[in-house]
């Protein structure tokens, strides 16, 4: 999170009837080994004041879903250390196999304390009704080692969602009992890094069958001597905590699946030496040779791309791909990432949100894997200029076929609110809708709950309450969090599952493309994306007013690729992997 910056000046353009933001003169390059500069283009633009008359409405349902009863602690009201700021992810996943989405919350604490007084994080099962009880208790979960970040995923391939939190202190792994309970594994495993962790992803790097492990670390934090001795940096000539510039960074971790669920550290000889106060690790193809690559985003310094190669070891490729500095050559102050092929040409584009001061990034892909800075060109800069901007994620929510673009805000410091600065420690959060040149905020802006100023940080999506589209989960520091449900005008959709092969269950990797109206639309399962969080690993398509998907085309982990024809709208398609030449299982239900 960067300590300080010049405050940039920028105009917003008032939009009104429409996300129709005007030509976009802005010349995007399609590649180069450098990002080209682009042209300025028209003001970014804004969609009014929040109000619930627009075409999306995320309306808050805490209250009345039993979340509200948790609140989320983080040390003191000051925010006195770095270490109280950063805040937590969150989680919607099936815990129990019952068919709906249940929601996990981390918790934080207070430094100076025995771990015995931290509150636990929380376990929350939906009764079907999008109403929640709290079964952390009773599920096996006592976690009160200050959790940051919540990574579900099927480790061991049978079936049930695992967890894996990343803490600071030991990090733990819950693997599931297949009752809906869980069971410490972590010291089995290997996998308790004793460091302060943010990050995480699962997936397959050297195609053995079984799910490999990323862990971001971020910076090493001197407790006793912090406490002791309180250092303060100035920031815009306001006196707060100290960091992360003038902290050591934390080593990153990267582990071999060993089979059996045991893993072991492997960073230095894979040629991974990233320590400079990672964030979050995602992991994709990104130049579609067939091997997952991971980007790393970094906190005040340059991000990281690290390139696949072939299951040996990774090579660190982020300048050269364009996506380790803004458009200007500088490092930023990345925090989450949002993966997804926002512009339709079947490539995967990065968008990493960043402090204050300084816009959130979008970088756009070409077709030989390298990524421009885009931001300007299609109006984000304005818009994300003096927002401090963590969990963010590109979807569908009107189910029109076009990606929609959001991100939560919040402040680390609570003094910037005693001072005329532009800024406020408590944020709204923001959506975008893509028009086909620009993001712009929609009228009403996704509504009046969007508007409320929150501390938030992490964020999940997923169909909470059953009806077919997506809802908005946001955790928050210093109290509850918000469950936002989609209620506006939503169109046609299918939903997609997938049941891997082996180990990787979940098809972790797969890419799925469907086609609608001979439109595709590229979706990849089992993402790390976001800030320390995990979505619902259903894929959602929309398809507007269409009622089928002419076709759909998996590539599984192996590269195996399959195509099935003529899938109806308002279904969910369950896809079986074959072994062999055999061909995949479909099985198709009404959602």
């Known amino acids: 999170m960067r300590r300080t910056g010049a405050v940039l000046l920028a105009t917003a353009l008032l939009c009104v ?24 283009g028209p003001p970014d633009a804004t969609g009014g004041p929040y109000s619930d008359d627009g075409p999306y409405l995320l309306r808050d349902v805490t209250v009345e879903s039993g979340l509200a009863r948790f609140q989320r602690v983080s040390g003191s009201r000051e925010k006195l250390f770095l270490v109280e700021t950063v805040g937590g992810g969150c989680a919607l996943f099936d815990h129990d196999q019952d068919g709906d989405l249940d929601a996990y919350l981390t918790n934080g604490g207070h430094l100076g304390r025995p771990l015995a007084d931290n509150p636990s994080d929380a376990l929350f099962r939906n009764d079907g009704h999008a109403r929640f009880e709290d079964v952390a208790s009773a599920a096996g979960i006592d976690e009160r080692r200050w959790t940051n970040g919540v990574r579900v995923c099927d480790v061991d391939g049978d079936g049930w969602s695992d967890l894996y939190l990343t803490n600071y202190g030991r990090n733990t792994l819950y693997v599931a009992d297949g009752r809906g309970a869980y069971a410490d594994r972590t010291e089995a495993a290997g996998v308790g890094v004793q460091s302060w962790s943010t990050g995480a992803a699962f997936f397959d790097f050297d195609k053995d069958g079984d799910l490999d492990l990323s862990v971001a670390n971020y910076a090493i934090f001197d407790e006793p001597r912090m406490l002791a001795e309180r250092p303060t940096t100035s920031y815009k000539g306001i006196e707060v905590h100290k960091g992360p510039n003038g902290l050591p960074g934390a080593p990153d971790s990267f582990f071999v699946n060993e089979g059996g ?25 990104f130049d579609q040779d067939g091997w997952l690559d991971l980007f790393v985003p970094n906190d005040t310094a340059a991000n990281h791309l690290w390139k696949n190669l072939a299951g040996r070891r990774f090579e660190e490729v982020g300048q050269r791909q364009g996506v380790a500095f803004d458009l200007s050559g500088k490092p930023q102050a990345s925090m989450g990432v949002a993966l997804g092929d926002y512009d339709g040409d079947l490539r995967l584009d990065l968008y990493v949100t960043n402090f204050s001061d300084e816009y959130s990034t979008l970088y756009r892909s070409d077709a030989r894997g390298y990524f421009t800075d885009v931001t300007r060109a299609v109006g984000l800069s304005a818009p994300t200029l003096d927002k401090l901007a963590w969990g963010t994620e590109f979807i569908d929510f009107d189910l029109d076929g076009d990606l929609e673009l959001y991100a ?121 994306t976001g800030f320390l969080s995990s979505s619902a690993r259903t894929l959602v398509f929309g398809l507007g007013q269409h009622q089928r998907v002419e076709r759909l085309e998996v590539t599984w982990p192996s590269g195996k690729l399959e195509r099935f024809a003529d899938l109806r709208a308002g279904t969910r398609v369950t896809i079986e992997e074959a072994a062999g030449e055999d061909e995949a299982r479909l099985h198709v239900s009404q959602h």
Do not use: M
């Not at 000889?269 to 994709?284: N, T, W």
């Open 408 to 528: 939560v805000n919040g402040h680390v410091y609570p003094q910037v609110d005693g001072f005329h600065l532009g800024a406020t420690y408590l944020e709204p959060t923001q959506l975008f809708e893509y028009d086909g040149r620009r993001f712009c905020e929609p009228p009403g802006r996704g509504g009046v709950a969007l508007g409320e100023r929150l501390a938030a940080r992490g964020s999940a999506t997923g169909d909470v309450d059953g009806d077919g589209d997506t809802d908005l989960l946001i955790a928050n520091i210093d109290g509850p969090p918000r469950l936002l449900r989609n209620g506006g005008r939503s169109e046609n959709s299918l939903e997609v599952a997938l049941i891997g092969l082996g180990k990787n269950r979940e098809a972790v990797g797969a890419r799925v493309v469907a086609w609608v109206a001979e439109k595709p639309q590229l979706r990849l399962a089992g993402l790390a």
């Open 17 to 40: 009837s429409g996300c129709s933001c005007g030509a976009d003169t802005g010349e995007v390059a399609e590649g180069g080994a450098a990002p080209a500069r682009a042209s300025a």
């Open 261 to 285: 669920l045991v893993f072991r550290e492997a960073s230095s000889e894979l040629g991974l030496h990233d320590q400079h106060f990672g964030f979050q690790c995602v992991a994709f193809d």
